[in-house]
């Protein structure tokens, strides 16, 4: 797959169906493969961090969460032709998890959340083999537990919904211990999943506004939205320095 080195971060050129093609692919191949879906903030927070743009160039997929990504890397000439969201990717991979028997674990929320969306889900998808559930709340003393409950369950796909960064250095540090063949670190969506959190109505997804309607619902985000224009700014200035392969 083609990329496009976004300050740093390569972020894969591909679109929603794609991705969820790609990762129905991994399911058939036996090893962990890590999946990430960076939006503007994140790229920012790669860009002040070496060793979280690492982090994130080392995953088997990453695709453009936000349409800032999506602009950034029409600016750099190597055009995203959609925003490829978590939530959205996770959709299509469910959809086809429904015909084929795949198992899934849904570890992140609050206390009961996970609970919550698997009963959703069941409800979408009829014949989705969900294995497991694990809300997001634990001590770093627990992890082995938990790596040991997704590994019992014989899930062969994890979607981690810890937020970033929390979930990509979870996902990064315990793959070696996972016996699931793709973890999807997708943030807030086993909110969206159970019904707690409302998606953004279509109209703002098109006009690439879904972040103006979360800072609408939830104005304390005002602070972590303060990165948007920081990153076009970035962009602009300093965008192009990085090599296109």
């Not at 994140?42 to 743009?53: K, L, N, Q, T, V």
């Not at 796909?157 to 250095?169: I, N, R, S, T, Y």
């Amino acid at each position: 797959m083609d990329k496009v080195n976004i300050l740093g971060v390569k972020v894969d050129m591909v679109g929603i169906d794609e991705a969820a093609d790609k990762i129905m692919e991994f399911l058939d191949e036996d090893k962990v493969h890590a999946v990430f879906t960076p939006n503007s903030e994140i790229i920012m927070r790669a860009y002040r961090d070496a060793e979280f743009c690492k982090l994130l160039n080392g995953a088997d997929l990453l695709t453009a969460d936000g349409i800032g990504v999506v602009y950034a890397s029409r600016i750099l000439k190597k055009p995203i032709n959609e925003r490829a969201a978590g939530y959205d990717i996770a959709r299509k991979v469910l959809k086809k998890m429904n015909d084929t028997g795949h198992k899934l674990f849904l570890f992140g929320g609050k206390p009961g959340v996970a609970e919550e969306a698997k009963e959703k889900l069941l409800i979408d998808y009829p014949n989705l083999n969900i294995v497991g559930t694990r809300n997001g709340y634990f001590k770093s003393e627990e992890e082995s537990e938990i790596v040991e409950e997704i590994n019992s369950s014989g899930a062969d796909m994890l979607f981690v919904c810890l937020g970033a960064p929390k979930q990509e250095e979870w996902i990064n540090r315990n793959k070696e211990n996972l016996k699931v063949r793709a973890a999807l670190g997708i943030g807030g969506s086993l909110d969206v999943f159970a019904g707690r959190v409302e998606r953004a109505p279509e109209i703002f997804c098109k006009l690439g506004l879904e972040w103006f309607y979360r800072l609408l619902k939830e104005p304390w985000r005002i602070g972590r939205m303060m990165d948007l224009p920081k990153f076009a700014v970035t962009v602009l200035l300093h965008g192009k320095k990085y090599k296109q392969d």
